[in-house]
């Protein structure tokens, strides 16, 4: 098991001088945090304002890790061909110096508490939300990942630190994001029924 904090692991990443990082290579320092570290990752890769698509890629690794952690599995299971595809080390060296300072200040305040909150049933719990936003992630939202990829990350940093209150701070972040969605497909369908109707009217 590493005895490395999260910040040290990923500052790590950035660090290291190879030109390829995997995500093979990510689950073996993340170690026995697998499950809580790599939904942070991604989770925290969805906050950043992205190109058209681009969380639909990055929300695949979380799609499958989070259904994984609802049904209780011991250890993180991905697809062969996702663990060893590579990664330009270049492109991903700015996100992990940017995260690395923000996971050292909440490895700092973040401390074990509210334990009920991590049961079984609590941590299946966190994998439930955790899928459900990544199913919001897929969808080709203009700037809809921003909410549900900070939740996925906060709630994941929770299961990690075993911080009830950082969890129920993204329960909260979770219902708002779930909530913002309704709202924009509201917003979206009625522009899509307006538009229909002036369209309609020239003919």
């Known amino acids: 098991m590493s005895t490395e904090s ?3 692991v990923i500052e790590g990443f950035g660090e290291d001088v190879r030109p390829i990082l995997t995500v093979g290579q990510m689950l073996d320092a993340f ?46 299971w991905l697809p062969r061909r996702m663990i060893d595809r590579p990664v330009r080390r270049d492109d991903l060296r700015g996100l992990f110096r940017k995260l690395t300072p923000v996971v050292k ?26 899928t459900l936003l990544a199913l919001v992630l897929i969808l080709p939202i203009p ?14 940093l929770a299961l990690l630190q075993r911080d009830g209150l950082l969890a129920l701070a993204g329960y909260l972040m979770a219902f708002v994001s779930l909530g913002l969605l309704f709202v924009s497909a509201g917003v979206v369908a009625a522009a899509v029924h307006k538009i229909i109707g002036l369209v309609s009217s020239f003919f």
């Not at 200040?105 to 955790?130: A, D, K, Q, Y």
């Not at 809809?144 to 709630?155: D, Q, S, Y």
């Open 6 to 8: 999260l910040a040290d």
């Open 31 to 76: 170690d026995s945090r697998a499950f809580g570290a790599m939904l942070f990752v991604f989770g925290a890769l969805n906050c950043l304002p992205l190109p058209p698509g681009s969380s639909t890629i990055l929300s695949l690794p979380i799609l499958l890790l989070a259904p994984q952690v609802a049904l209780g599995a011991d250890a993180p």
């Open 105 to 130: 200040r909440m490895e700092l305040i973040t401390r074990p508490r509210l334990g009920w909150l991590f049961t079984p049933l609590g941590e299946r719990m966190i994998g439930v939300v955790c």
């Open 143 to 156: 700037l809809g990942n921003l909410a549900p990829g900070a939740t996925v990350a906060l709630l994941s």
